[in-house]
């Protein structure tokens, strides 16, 4: 048996057990089986890094599939109601009579018809008192007659904006609206249910909820003025609930046409007449139907959230833009209030404050979060929070991170060496990031007064933070003048590349370092004067001889040059 390897270790006819026990007979002694240990070890490494490497890199492609699968499995949905209503149709025109008088078909088939109405009746009645005995306080909901239970089963009620379970209702489908039914706390008997509340038919609209995250088999109810959302067990349980209520509301709506039209009320129409009666499209939009919105309005909430959970901002925020402008140009019907399109427009808002709250916390400035990336990893969230109407948010939370990533820079210099290096150092380090961060803010806010005037405020202060260090480092009594005028001359010469920019600080520079110079002069003029007078004690005056006029008065001539008039203490001409 050979060393592993990948190849074979991943062949089809590799047995673990056999490789082994085989590696036990051939290999004697530790070292052998620790080195082939680290040997597969190694192996399971390489492979996990390649398949995470080949996650990465294919990452957008999963995406992008299970976008489309989404997409197809909505158009499945659709084609399956358009193919259930066709056949719908179909099953109406081919029980219409086209051979005149049939009255003797109908004396046929009336006892048939009778049986099964009765037996479906009775069905009906046990139905409903089957679910009157599940059920406390639903009585007057079940006492109406013809009134039938298409479908009943358990659902999770979630949360409306953070999608977590609530609590566990039991809904009903009658063939006029649905009921719900919640857990009875009052009793022991976890089983019992309590009525909760029935919705009419025609108050209500479905809206489908594709799969995201935890949140699977699920579907919204829109109730002016609140929108519940309810999990299903599985799919099936949700394409039943989907497709009985898409069959109500066609039952429904086709009643509403027949009343409408008297032709339909014929008894036995005629071939002739038969052909005459006019075309019910079951597709057409009433002014009553609730789906009066496009299909991405209705689900533009959910695409919003699937944005932001994959960090796809710049979708999010053309969405937002595309439902800004159905918004502008929808007009609600007359004397009817558009209860979905105010829910719709109120979830649009939610996920705005949402999006904008996490492009926040890209700016915001914390102890767990890296700087790393610096001002170019910003511009992203900044240019996207201007674009949202943000952009005095945005602008404060980029000077503080300016502000953080300048303190930094700061602390990496170490106080090494003379006064005048780290001065030059410490100068040279504030006032370049001052000036790319001056950069990077034209870059994010090139036509904003308001802030502009922040941005000035901000290196004002920034730049009172420097000088009050600097005075504490460089303004010391042990300085001397010299070194004392080399810091200011480097610290102005700094502070001139921020003229390039429009930004002149020299006045508060200047205003900030004229009181400690006065004092830094007046002491060390005080400094000077006790010198002298200590020199000036200690001296002994010893009389000179010159010897000759000459040198005389070369000597006068030599202290006259420096203003000092020593005529009266010559003796002895």
């Known amino acids: 048996m050979g060393e592993p390897t990948l190849n074979l270790l991943g062949s089809s006819d590799f047995n673990p057990d056999k490789y082994v026990r085989e590696l036990s007979l051939n290999f004697i002694g530790g070292l052998e089986l620790n080195r082939l240990r680290k040997k597969v070890q190694a192996l399971s490494e390489e492979t996990s890094g390649n398949l995470k490497k080949n996650v990465y890199e294919n990452y957008m492609q999963f995406i992008d599939t299970a976008k489309e699968i989404s997409h197809l499995e909505s158009e499945m949905y659709q084609l399956n ?62 006492d109406i007659p013809n009134r039938r239970i298409l479908y009943e089963s358990y659902l999770t009620e979630l949360h409306s904006v953070e999608n977590v379970p609530l609590k566990s209702v039991y809904g009903v489908i009658f063939s006029d609206g649905i009921l719900i039914a919640k857990s009875n706390i009052n009793d022991h008997d976890l089983t019992s249910l309590k009525f909760d509340i029935y919705y009419d038919l025609g108050s209500i609209a479905v809206v489908n909820i594709r799969d995201l995250g935890n949140v699977k088999h699920a579907f919204k109810l829109l109730a002016y003025p609140d929108s519940r959302i309810f999990q299903c067990k599985s799919s099936t349980v949700k394409k039943e609930w989907l497709d009985k209520l898409d069959q109500i509301k066609k039952e429904r709506l086709s009643q509403e046409q027949g009343k409408k039209d008297p032709a339909v009320i014929d008894k036995s129409p005629s071939r002739s007449s038969s052909i005459d009666v006019p075309y019910i499209n079951p597709f057409e939009e009433k002014d009553e139907e609730v789906f009066t919105h496009p299909e991405w309005f209705l689900e533009i909430p959910d695409e919003l959230d699937v944005c932001v959970a994959q960090r796809h901002f710049e ?47 890209e700016l915001e400035v914390n102890h767990d979060k890296s700087l790393q990336g610096g001002l170019r990893a910003a511009r992203r969230a900044v240019r996207l929070l201007n674009q949202l109407d943000r952009s005095m948010q945005s602008c404060e939370l980029f ?98 590349r ?65 203003d000092l008039l020593l005529n009266e203490y010559v003796t002895g001409k």
Request: with cysteine; hydrophobic share 35%; glycine share 2%.
């Open 498 to 562: 921020l003229y390039k920019y429009g930004i002149d600080l020299h006045y508060q520079l200047d205003g900030s370092l004229r009181s400690p110079l006065t004092k830094a002069l007046r002491d060390s003029r005080d400094k000077f004067i006790d010198s002298i007078k200590l020199r000036s004690q200690e001296d002994k005056w010893i009389p000179m001889n010159l010897k000759s006029k000459s040198a005389l008065a070369r000597f006068m001539q030599e202290y006259a040059a420096m």
């Open 315 to 361: 979708e999010a925020l053309i969405l937002l833009e595309k439902a800004k402008d159905y918004n502008a140009t929808y007009t609600p019907p007359q004397n009817h209030d558009d209860h979905i399109f105010a829910d719709i427009s109120r979830k649009v808002e939610q996920r705005k404050s949402a999006l904008i709250d996490v492009l926040m916390k």
């Open 81 to 142: 109601h358009l193919l259930t209503e066709q056949k719908s149709l179909l099953n109406s025109l081919y029980n219409t009579s086209i051979l005149g008088d049939d009255s003797h078909v109908i004396l046929e088939t009336d006892m048939n018809k009778n049986d099964n109405e009765e037996k479906k009746e009775e069905l009906r009645k046990q139905r409903i008192l089957a679910l009157e005995d599940k059920i406390e306080g639903c009585s007057h909901i079940l």
């Open 399 to 496: 000077l503080k991170l300016c502000s953080s990533m300048l303190k930094i820079q700061c602390k990496r210099v170490k106080r090494e060496g003379s006064t005048s290096t780290y001065v030059r150092h410490l100068s040279s380090v504030v006032f370049t990031n001052m000036c790319h961060m001056t950069e990077e803010f034209l870059r994010a806010f090139p036509d904003s007064p308001s802030c502009a005037s922040a941005y000035v405020v901000w290196a004002s202060h920034e730049l009172s933070l420097f000088t009050s260090h600097f005075i504490k480092q460089a303004f010391v009594p042990q300085t001397s003048l010299s070194t004392l005028t080399e810091c200011v001359i480097l610290v102005r010469s700094q502070c001139d």
